[in-house]
């Protein structure tokens, strides 16, 4: 089933500012949230999507993509970037701030964290990573699957992302009694209000570690190398970005990790300039050959191709190879090769050719002369002034 338009989910206009975005989405999620719609599973849905919404316009970068190629923009690694594969763990840990100062973000869990299992909030969300990924001119043209070297926190082997050298080192927390929670009573002119906040003892996880992993001294990830394999669709352009989510750093304690966004950059082709989803090539072809005509090969992006070169061609003809150039990344379309013609003057002659040569110069057959139906000069002239 095709997604809903991102601006549509939310209720904002393309133009819309990023704290009308952010606005548009609490308004929308506080409609949805689960916590308000127990066991509604349309809310949950309707919740998740805003979300992914909110994950893709809220992000500067993920949003240029999305209005430039729409959803296709957004594809990479088989399943798409922005929140398409989010959950409901990741939504509360990276926007439930969103809700903090909302008086209803109490009731349904905010201040920063929200209840996976009692309240509580697993570590904290790993960053997300930037990495560089040169594409030559036939990998864009027909897609390609990369295989990257990535130095990033991945999780702990020893300790399984807890963090803990043990399960006994792990103890609920003594200050929210292991909810991940402290609640707070407060008097106002309508009664009592009780307001609910992430604690501050244990950051919302509800535990704390009394004896810490001695690989990953506490922290529940260690530095390493990890090889990633990335999805590039057909099409790319220089400076395009793909996200991988999940793909990034990991998170502390059995946070969830962030996502690894990837820059395409073109490499140069040695005879082949790109325009677009155009490809130019510059031939250059002998005094005979323009005058009696030949057939030559040139080259494109998926091998070899003929072209005939009619008798008489000027130079600066430019011919078109039709569906040779790069495909777009969110249609049907794809670009042409377009050939530009360049006759070659030749530097050194010795004495037979410079006398033919001169021999030519005086004839009027190799007197330049206007294509058919083309005004001259003068004629021009003569037009705009009467």
């Given at each position: 089933?095709?997604?809903?338009?991102?601006?549509?989910?939310?209720?904002?206009?393309?133009?819309?500012?990023?704290?009308?975005?952010?606005?548009a989405?609490?308004?929308?999620?506080?409609?949805?949230?689960?916590?308000?719609?127990?066991?509604?599973?349309?809310?949950e849905?309707?919740?998740?999507?805003?979300?992914?919404?909110?994950?893709?316009?809220?992000?500067?970068?993920?949003?240029?993509?999305?209005?430039?190629?729409?959803?296709?923009?957004?594809?990479g690694?088989?399943g798409?970037?922005?929140?398409?594969?989010?959950?409901?763990?990741?939504?509360?840990?990276?926007?439930?701030?969103?809700?903090?100062?909302?008086?209803?973000?109490?009731?349904?869990?905010?201040?920063?964290?929200?209840?996976?299992?009692?309240?509580?909030?697993?570590?904290?969300?790993?960053?997300?990573?930037?990495?560089?990924?040169?594409?030559?001119?036939?990998?864009?043209?027909?897609?390609?699957?990369?295989?990257?070297?990535?130095?990033?926190y991945?999780?702990?082997?020893?300790?399984?992302?807890?963090?803990?050298?043990?399960?006994?080192?792990v103890?609920?927390?003594?200050?929210?009694?292991?909810?991940?929670?402290?609640?707070?009573?407060?008097?106002?002119?309508?009664?009592?209000?009780?307001?609910?906040?992430?604690?501050?003892?244990?950051?919302?996880?509800?535990?704390?570690?009394?004896?810490?992993?001695?690989?990953?001294?506490?922290?529940?990830?260690?530095?390493?190398?990890?090889?990633?394999?990335?999805?590039?669709?057909?099409?790319?352009?220089?400076?395009?970005?793909?996200?991988?989510?999940?793909?990034?750093?990991?998170?502390?304690r059995g946070?969830?990790?962030?996502?690894?966004?990837?820059?395409?950059?073109?490499?140069?082709?040695?005879?082949?300039?790109?325009?677009?989803?155009?490809?130019?090539?510059?031939?250059?072809?002998?005094f005979?050959?323009?005058?009696?005509?030949?057939?030559?090969?040139?080259?494109?992006?998926?091998?070899?191709?003929?072209?005939?070169?009619?008798?008489?061609?000027?130079?600066?003809?430019?011919?078109?190879?039709?569906?040779?150039?790069?495909?777009?990344?969110?249609?049907?379309?794809?670009?042409?090769?377009?050939i530009?013609?360049?006759?070659?003057?030749?530097?050194?002659?010795?004495?037979?050719?410079?006398?033919?040569?001169?021999k030519?110069?005086?004839?009027?057959?190799?007197?330049?002369?206007?294509?058919?139906?083309?005004?001259?000069?003068?004629?021009?002239?003569?037009?705009?002034?009467?």
């Amino acid at each position: 089933m095709a997604k809903r338009d991102y601006y549509e989910i939310l209720g904002v206009s393309k133009s819309a500012t990023a704290d009308e975005i952010k606005k548009a989405y609490r308004k929308v999620a506080m409609q949805f949230h689960p916590d308000r719609n127990p066991g509604d599973k349309a809310s949950e849905e309707k919740f998740k999507e805003a979300a992914e919404a909110y994950e893709v316009l809220s992000d500067q970068d993920k949003r240029a993509q999305y209005d430039r190629f729409g959803h296709a923009g957004l594809s990479g690694n088989g399943g798409g970037f922005g929140g398409g594969n989010m959950n409901m763990d990741d939504i509360f840990s990276q926007f439930g701030d969103i809700f903090g100062d909302d008086i209803f973000g109490s009731f349904f869990g905010g201040g920063g964290g929200r209840a996976r299992s009692g309240g509580r909030t697993r570590g904290t969300r790993g960053s997300n990573l930037r990495i560089k990924l040169k594409m030559s001119y036939e990998e864009i043209a027909k897609g390609a699957t990369k295989t990257v070297k990535v130095k990033k926190y991945v999780s702990c082997n020893t300790c399984h992302g807890s963090g803990a050298k043990d399960k006994g080192s792990v103890q609920n927390c003594s200050t929210c009694g292991g909810s991940g929670q402290v609640r707070k009573v407060t008097n106002t002119f309508l009664g009592q209000m009780q307001t609910v906040s992430t604690c501050p003892a244990c950051n919302g996880e509800g535990t704390t570690i009394t004896s810490k992993c001695t690989s990953c001294k506490g922290e529940g990830r260690v530095y390493a190398e990890e090889t990633v394999s990335i999805d590039i669709p057909a099409g790319v352009q220089e400076g395009m970005q793909l996200s991988l989510s999940g793909k990034g750093n990991a998170g502390e304690r059995g946070g969830s990790p962030g996502d690894l966004i990837v820059v395409i950059e073109e490499e140069s082709h040695s005879q082949l300039q790109r325009e677009g989803l155009n490809v130019v090539y510059d031939l250059h072809i002998s005094f005979p050959d323009a005058v009696f005509g030949t057939n030559l090969e040139v080259p494109t992006i998926e091998g070899k191709a003929k072209i005939k070169i009619p008798a008489g061609t000027h130079s600066g003809k430019i011919f078109r190879l039709k569906g040779k150039g790069f495909p777009a990344i969110n249609s049907y379309e794809r670009g042409d090769q377009l050939i530009h013609i360049n006759v070659w003057t030749p530097q050194h002659l010795n004495a037979e050719e410079k006398s033919m040569m001169e021999k030519m110069q005086h004839s009027q057959n190799f007197q330049p002369k206007p294509e058919k139906n083309e005004k001259s000069f003068f004629d021009k002239v003569r037009e705009m002034f009467g």
